[in-house]
């Protein structure tokens, strides 16, 4: 039997036209969408978290919140749209107002559930200095997203700041606006080094934002606690 003959070099190939595929599609996992949900109920009350998931096309999750399971099925359109409805109706800085509120409560909701957070709550962890506790609270929040969400995370320093850069952003997915509009990450990010420094407030600040136009999401984290209110902390 002659072995067939392999050539060294794949000759390059013309490529022909394929059959339409799907966009692609980005997903947070249930659990984080189920989260999200209760912390906006919080803020919302019950009836105006309804008018705005009527206003969203979202009459799926009206009566029936997503399971807590990590299954991705929360689509960055459905998160995104429902923060569109909530500017719609509130208005850009109510519905900013409120996306900062609700983030924070989401992580109160449980976001600490993900792992990671509870050996925060022991005793080595609240020995360590605090700008290594901040360091590593920003670490594991990024690794959280990275690991079960497509919103993608890169943490970065320089000076008295990190930078917290978004790439691929599942809150501003096809959204337009005039102000930066992540506020809901904003407001998860303050009540995180909040819970990891044991009661301090950071200065937390989106500077840059794809809904604006701007390539990547990036929110600037002073590394000390701030001495009065952080940037946008209402
Ligand atoms: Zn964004």
């Known amino acids: 039997?002659?072995?067939?003959?392999?050539?060294?070099?794949?000759?390059?190939?013309?490529?022909?036209?394929?059959?339409?595929?799907?966009?692609?599609?980005?997903?947070?996992?249930?659990?984080?969408?189920?989260?999200?949900?209760?912390?906006?109920?919080?803020e919302l009350g019950r009836n105006g978290l309804r008018a705005v998931l009527r206003l969203a096309?979202?009459?799926?999750?009206?009566?029936?919140?997503?399971?807590?399971?990590?299954e991705p099925e929360i689509a960055f359109e459905e998160i995104s749209?429902?923060?569109?409805?909530?500017?719609?109706?509130?208005?850009?800085?109510?519905?900013?107002?409120?996306?900062?509120?609700a983030g924070r409560a989401s992580f109160k909701y449980g976001l600490y559930d993900f792992g990671g957070w509870v050996s925060f709550a022991d005793l080595t962890f609240r020995l360590m200095p605090l700008s290594l506790r901040v360091r590593l609270g920003l670490e594991v929040l990024a690794e959280i997203l990275n690991r079960y969400s497509d919103h993608q995370v890169q943490l970065s320093q320089e000076g008295d700041n990190y930078f917290w850069q978004v790439p691929r952003c599942g809150l501003c997915e096809k959204r337009r606006t005039t102000i930066p509009a992540c506020s809901l990450m904003v407001g998860l990010l303050q009540e995180a080094l909040y819970w990891v420094s044991g009661g301090k407030l950071f200065d937390v600040e989106e500077i840059a934002?794809?809904?604006?136009?701007?390539?990547?999401?990036?929110?600037?984290?002073?590394?000390?606690?701030?001495?009065?209110?952080?940037?946008?902390?209402?």
């Open 209 to 234: 934002c794809v809904a604006l136009g701007d390539e990547q999401c990036i929110t600037r984290i002073g590394k000390h606690p701030s001495a009065g209110l952080g940037t946008e902390y209402a």
């Open 57 to 70: 096309r979202l009459a799926r999750f009206e009566d029936d919140y997503p399971p807590a399971n990590f």
């Open 81 to 101: 749209g429902i923060l569109v409805a909530i500017d719609e109706l509130y208005g850009p800085r109510g519905g900013r107002i409120i996306s900062l509120r």
């Open 1 to 42: 039997m002659t072995p067939q003959k392999w050539p060294a070099t794949a000759p390059p190939t013309i490529s022909s036209p394929q059959p339409r595929v799907e966009l692609p599609h980005y997903a947070f996992p249930n659990k984080m969408g189920r989260i999200f949900l209760l912390a906006l109920e919080e």
